[in-house]
């Protein structure tokens, strides 16, 4: 494995560089900069997607016959760390980078007809409806049913599905459904995408802890969606779900985002009093957290590039990509926490309004980073949990790489 960019990689580098120094606007980078939640609301999101969309980056992680731009996976790297760098706001995930891939890799000309096109041009949003209540890190338990009725066409669903992310916001959802409740609980299980427009789905909010509104239950009372809409056939939804959760949990560079992260904080540190002698960031008992931070940042994104090197090669990434969910997220709490210990009392501030930029923000106390450390925290706590918690990680990590 060779550790330093070639020369066609430093070039590709620099135009990526002068395209976010063009084409990134102010008012974007303050929004990512100023979102303490995973996803970044509409406003900047969709904004962000049209610019890369129009510029044909959108895609920078699908293969060129799918509309992508066919990167290999060094120039996925360098662009997603070049982002980070820059403030860019996170793509959602779930069109793009989740559903995206099934739908090329598994579906039928008609299909990636009909979806892959309005994920690239931002006209159709979606879902993921994997989840239910008592259906977790025990997915394949799951019970929402779905029965082909007798025109041979038609689906029915019935059953709930909890911290469904941007439901509200969803023109469909790509869900796993039991079709056959009398087979091996994985063999029951079909992959549905189902139009969310219909009197058949109701969404609650569920407002988190750090008063966001990201996630939501929704409830399945004789929703429809149609065989056309089935992707692979009946009993093939838990194979199609694992490759999916691979993606999820491996698809992209977690580290530049967590070294830009913890530059910030370096900064952040440099600047607040710390009541004693001189700026809070030259404590050493800091300093050495920092460094701790950092350390471990890099030595994530050395796992993460060797990751690439594998899938450069041609071959799967695997169990390591629960590796590198458990540290990444472990990580990006240990930052945050740090975010709140370093600015003190004004580290509590919660305010309940979102968004926390543009001209109806609330008004910070202190300084607009100190407002941010509290709802980031807060809403960081879900990061050991969601695309599977620690302790599944571990439990994968335990029995396919170490052998146990
Ligand atoms: C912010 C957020 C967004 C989410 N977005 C989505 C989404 O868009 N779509 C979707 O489908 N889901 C989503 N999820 C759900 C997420 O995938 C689940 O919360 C997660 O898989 C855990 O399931 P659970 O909540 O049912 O907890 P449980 O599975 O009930 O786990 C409870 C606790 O028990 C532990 N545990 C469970 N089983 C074991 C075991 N075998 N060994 C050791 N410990 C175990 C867990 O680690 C955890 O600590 C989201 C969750 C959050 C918090």
Redesign the pocket.
């Given at each position: 494995m060779h550790m330093s960019f070639t020369a066609d990689e430093i070039a590709f580098r620099e135009e990526v560089r002068s395209f976010l120094a063009a084409s990134l606007p102010e008012h974007i980078r303050e929004g990512a900069r100023n979102t303490p939640s995973?996803f970044v609301e509409p406003d900047i999101g969709d904004e962000w997607q049209r610019i890369l969309h129009e510029k044909g980056w959108l895609a920078y992680h699908w293969p060129k016959e799918a509309g992508g731009t066919g990167w290999d996976p060094v120039q996925r790297y360098i662009f997603e760390k070049e982002c980070a760098l820059a403030d860019a706001p996170a793509l959602s995930v779930?069109g793009l980078k989740l559903v995206a891939p099934v739908i090329y890799t598994f579906g039928t000309d008609e299909q990636k007809a009909r979806f892959l096109p309005r994920i690239l041009d931002g006209s159709e949003k979606w879902?993921?409806?994997?989840?239910e209540p008592?259906?977790?890190?025990?997915?394949a338990s799951l019970k929402t049913r779905a029965a082909l009725q007798g025109d041979g066409r038609t689906y029915r669903i019935n059953g709930s599905?909890?911290?469904?992310?941007?439901a509200h916001y969803a023109d469909w959802m790509f869900c796993l459904v039991r079709t056959n409740p009398d087979v091996k609980a994985q063999e029951g299980i079909t992959f549905l995408l189902v139009p969310m427009h219909q009197k058949g789905i109701t969404i609650r909010p569920i407002i988190?802890l750090a008063g966001d509104h990201?996630?939501n239950q929704l409830f399945l009372d004789d929703a429809e969606t149609t065989a056309e809409y089935r992707i692979g056939e009946e009993g093939q939804g838990w194979s199609i779900a694992k490759f999916l959760l691979e993606n999820e949990r491996g698809g992209s560079c977690a580290a530049p985002r967590l070294i830009a992260d913890i530059d910030r904080l370096r900064r952040a540190a440099g600047n607040q009093p710390s009541g004693t002698n001189g700026a809070y960031g030259h404590l050493p008992s800091v300093e050495a957290r920092l460094v701790a931070l950092e350390l471990e940042a890099q030595a994530l994104e050395i796992t993460e590039l060797r990751i690439l090197a594998e899938l450069k090669a041609g071959r799967r990434p695997g169990p390591q990509t629960s590796l590198v969910k458990l540290v990444a997220s472990s990580l990006r709490q240990k930052i945050d926490e740090m975010a709140v210990d370093i600015f003190g009392p004004y580290g509590l501030q919660l305010p309940p309004e979102r968004p926390l930029y543009g001209n109806s923000a609330p008004e910070p106390v202190g300084s607009r980073e100190a407002q941010l450390a509290m709802p980031t925290y807060l809403n960081s706590r879900?990061w050991t949990?969601?695309?599977?918690?620690?302790?599944?990680q571990k439990?994968i990590i335990a029995k396919t790489v170490l052998g146990l």
């Open positions: 995973v779930l879902c993921q409806g994997y989840s008592g259906a977790g890190s025990d997915l599905k909890i911290w469904t992310t941007h988190t990201e996630v879900a949990i969601f695309g599977g918690t620690n302790e599944v439990t």
